[in-house]
């Protein structure tokens, strides 16, 4: 399994930025689809941004599209989310996940993915 260590939230205002990192550990996972996800108050947890370790392709929700952007830094086992132009509607507890297995067009469901971190809160204010 992976060990996955969230950071990088805390309370921004509308319209700024924040960027969260996850850093992995564990078995090797090259293959990997690592991805973030989120919960909002009162709401169901979501997909957020995919990103596939080994081949750089990408996957992101409608909602984020434009303003989030997800990367890797490989050298640094650590998986980034940039998030500008950040809106109220996107605070929430983001967490970060990872599955061995998964094609492209499960890696929006969080039950194909296997190791999660603890969460880190991004608060947007207006």
């Known amino acids: 399994q992976v060990q996955l260590i969230e950071s990088g939230g805390g309370l921004a205002q509308a319209g700024g930025s924040l960027r969260l990192s996850c850093v992995a550990s564990?078995?090797?996972?090259?293959?990997?689809?690592m991805a973030w996800f989120r919960q909002g108050p009162g709401k169901e947890r979501e997909f957020v941004a995919g990103i596939r370790w080994n081949t750089g392709v990408t996957n992101s929700a409608d909602s984020v599209k434009g303003r989030f952007t997800i990367s890797r830094d490989m050298s640094k086992n650590t998986v980034y989310l940039q998030m500008n132009s950040l809106k109220l509607e996107d605070t929430a507890v983001y967490f970060c996940a990872s599955t061995e297995i998964a094609p492209y067009s499960r890696w929006t469901s969080q039950a194909e993915y296997e190791s999660w971190g603890q969460g880190t809160q991004v608060t947007v204010s207006s």
């Open positions: 564990g078995r090797t996972f090259s293959g990997d689809v």
